[in-house]
């Protein structure tokens, strides 16, 4: 990655922060096709809740993390190639840009609309994959009235 050789806290830090959030990017998508998988072809209102709180979940979620994550790391990797006079303004920069309302943890708006959607697709997935779909509760109801 350009720029990150320059780095006064060393070339490890900030790679390996950006690594990190570069991975979780992709792992966002991939826990949400789990729990989509768990609810496919289950066609119930709680399923419902669980396929759009999983939207809401991948889209804020994963804005959080590039904007929290990879926008912090090359705000302070930046910070890092500034003269050392300059270094200790532009410092608050950072503290200022991870503690707005948009993007601040814990409850900035991005995290917390998307770790809500996350436990509320959960909580629904599990609803709708514990209830048994209705064709298997009506066809149960059918054996039990002819003795079967």
């Known amino acids: 990655m350009p720029g990150l050789e320059g780095s006064r806290y060393g070339l490890g830090p900030v790679l390996s922060k950006l690594v990190v959030h570069l991975d979780t990017l992709l792992f966002i998508p991939l826990m949400t096709a789990a729990v989509y998988l768990l609810v496919r072809g289950i066609e119930s209102p709680v399923a419902l809740i669980c396929r759009i709180a999983l939207a809401f979940f991948v889209v804020f979620y994963a804005a959080f993390e590039v904007l929290v994550g990879i926008g912090t790391g090359v705000l302070v990797n930046d910070i890092n190639g500034l003269p050392p006079s300059d ?62």
């Open 87 to 148: 270094e200790a303004a532009a410092a608050p920069l950072v503290e200022d840009f991870t503690s707005n309302v948009l993007v601040g943890a814990p409850l900035g708006v991005l995290t917390s609309t998307g770790s809500v959607a996350l436990i509320v697709a959960l909580i629904a997935a599990g609803v709708a994959s514990a209830a048994p779909p209705e064709h298997l509760a009506r066809s149960r109801s059918c054996s039990a009235c002819l003795g079967s």
